[in-house]
Structure formats: C-alpha cells, structure tokens
C-alpha cells in the first residue's frame, strides 16, 4: 500500500488539513499538503476557538495540547453561562456537573496552527506552501481531500448579520467562564482569554447593515455600546481594535463525490453561535482518517474506497445534520421577537437549568458531537 498511500493529496493547509494529516501520519498513512498561502501565514489568524472537550481529546491524542498548555496559549472553560439580556432565565452548564476537567478550551487559530505545523515538520509530512491548485491538477490521486475552506455548490442561507471580533478586558477575573448572551440584535458571546486573567474575546453579531457603523466607533463609544448591549453581570474597561466579517450557513448535501472528499470548512460554514465549526471539522477529519485506517489495505480498489465514503457519509450525516440544525435553529429562535416571546425563551432556559439531564444531553451533544448521546 506505500505507493498508493502517497496519493492521497489534501487541498488546504488550514487547521482541518494539517489536522487530517497528523491524524493518518498516527496510522501510518501518508498524505501531501497542498495550500495556496505562504508558510508566514500560517499563524497568522487571530480568531479565538472554544475547542470542546472533546477537541481537547483528539488534538491531545496527536501530543499538540502539552506545548500549547506549556506556553499559557490556552484557556480553560469551567462554566458556561446562557442568558438573555433584561429577561429572567438562564442555564449554567459547569464541567463538574459534567464530570469532566474542563468544558473545553480557548485558543488563538494561529497558535494552534503554528504548533500543528511544527508537529507536521517533525512527522515529515509535506506541506507545498504557495502551491495553489486545481482538484483537475491530480488525476490519479487514490483520494483528493478538499479542505480548503470555501464551502462551494453549497445550500447557503445569507443571515444578514455580521460578527464583530475583538478582545475586552473587565474590571474582575473571568474565572474561566463563558458567557452567551441573546439579545434583539443578536448573540453576543465572551470567552476566556489565555493569558489574561481579566480578558475575554468577544463575538458580537450584529445586523449587517449597521456592523460598518459599530466597527467605526471609538473605543470609549464602543464599551459604552457593548456594556449597553450585554446589560449586568460584567463591566468592561478595554477593547482591542474590531474585526468584522460576515455570517453565512453553508452546507454541502454531499459530502463526497467519487474519490474526492470535503471536510472543514468546505463542507459547512457554520453560525459562530454555540462555538462549533471547527469543533465539527476536527470530527469530520477524525472520522475520515479513522475510517481509512480500517480499510488502508483495499483502497486502492476503487469499489472498497465508495463503501468506505459511503460508510462514512452516513456517519457525518448523524453528526452534522443535528449540529447545523441546533446552530440554524438557535438563531432563528432567539432572534424572533414577537410578543411574550422572550418570556418564552427565557422559561425555557430556566427549564433547562432545572432538568439535569437534558442539560447534560445537550451539554454532551455539543461537547462530543453525536458520540455523546
């Protein structure tokens, strides 16, 4: 199987493909990396990820955890607090409640990339860096991976809403807890910063045709508007320059065609509501290279590689069908505003709060994707 393993070829360099390589260099299966950017980029992306638990577990597995806690690039979260602004209700959702050290972890995109790409250098797996290509570019690749981001002939539902991106600093400690507040204008939500005991990156959602206006405020303006926005419970004192980009659903039907897979970000782009687009991508590639594994001796027919992605098609289906369900669903939800509807929501997460184990059905849900049903 050595000749055949070298021909599998993943388009992207990004944290699902390096991510996806590390995966099978751990069965022994080898795969070339194509990605359009320059090494320099690589760590580059200043977005914060909540990695749930059970991200932590897979990226542990593949030794990345240890350096990163090693350098304070990372953030636990022990609670998560769900609430709506000026309305009676929430649900607190705590990892000892769960049983489990942590609810899952922040960390910046570039820091985790930096230490795949080191991890990917010592396994000597090949990364083309500044290579763009075409899928038409490898013929006779036994599987293309595509995994570089743009989730294209997709079903795409334009929300017309923006997420600002930015990092806030309180007058307390965070205490590693996250907070998602639902407001009119849309989720707001705050996470741990690592590093900084009083900071939290914050992803606000506002509508698109007023974010440009957010973005331009002054910094004084713009915690005046945040503190506004998110009410009681936290009083902010510093802000970092804004981001803004805007929010889409994306989805593929298919997740693969013939010999050519999507996963990542390629095959869905979700709502950053409820954190768990790359919590998603990192179980497409987990699955994929697992189920490659099993199969590595007969992929070179082409009838034992269609029931291996149709096997594990099936397998994503009852994973990513709830998952963009749940995000879809969450802001439609709360971004309805008829009368007594916030009573409505706001009963409902006090329900929540009060029923343990639907809580922690949906706390394992989120954590472990459909594994934790």
């Not at 907070?179 to 009119?184: H, V």
Request: glycine share 8%; with cysteine; net charge positive.
């Amino acid at each position: 199987m050595n000749d055949n393993q070298a021909q599998i070829v993943i388009i992207g360099g990004g944290l699902a493909g390096m991510a996806l390589a590390l995966i099978l260099s751990e069965y022994g299966i080898s795969a070339q990396i194509y990605d359009a950017r320059p090494v320099e980029a690589v760590g580059q992306d200043e977005r914060m990820l909540a990695l749930s638990h059970g991200s932590w577990q897979i990226l542990a597995q593949l030794g990345l955890m240890h350096s990163l806690q090693t350098a304070g690039k990372l953030a636990a979260i022990s609670e998560v607090n769900v609430s709506q602004r000026n309305c009676y209700g929430r649900t607190r959702i705590t990892a000892e409640q769960e049983n489990l050290p942590a609810l899952g972890f922040v960390v910046r995109a570039g820091d985790l990339a930096l230490t795949m790409l080191q991890k990917s250098q010592d396994r000597n797996i090949v990364i083309n860096h500044q290579q763009p290509v075409s899928p038409h570019d490898f013929p006779k690749a036994l599987l293309l991976i595509r995994a570089e981001g743009k989730c294209e002939q997709s079903k795409v539902v334009e929300y017309q809403q923006s997420a600002i991106i930015c990092n806030v600093s309180c007058t307390t400690p965070h205490r590693n807890i996250a907070w998602e507040r639902f407001t009119p204008q849309g989720p707001l939500a705050l996470l741990p910063l690592p590093g900084k005991a009083n900071s939290y990156a914050l992803v606000l959602t506002e509508s698109a045709n007023q974010a440009p206006w957010v973005e331009a405020m002054n910094d004084s303006e713009f915690l005046l508007f945040l503190q506004h926005r998110f009410g009681f419970g936290l009083a902010f004192c510093s802000v970092t320059p804004r981001l803004i980009f805007p929010l889409t659903l994306s989805y593929r039907r298919r997740v693969f065609e013939g010999n050519t897979v999507w996963v990542g970000n390629s095959a869905q782009i979700l709502h950053p509501i409820a954190g768990q687009g790359f919590n998603l991508a990192l179980r497409d590639v987990y699955e994929l290279a697992c189920l490659l594994a099993d199969s590595v001796e007969n992929l070179a027919q082409s009838e034992k590689l269609t029931v291996v992605l149709n096997q594990y098609a099936r397998q994503r289906f009852l994973d990513r069908t709830p998952a963009i369900a749940f995000t879809h669903g969450l802001v439609k939800l709360f971004g309805l505003n008829l009368p007594f509807q916030k009573s409505i929501r706001g009963a409902g997460l006090l329900m929540l709060d009060i029923l343990p184990t639907m809580k922690s059905f949906l706390a394992r849900r989120m954590i472990f994707g459909n594994r934790g049903i």
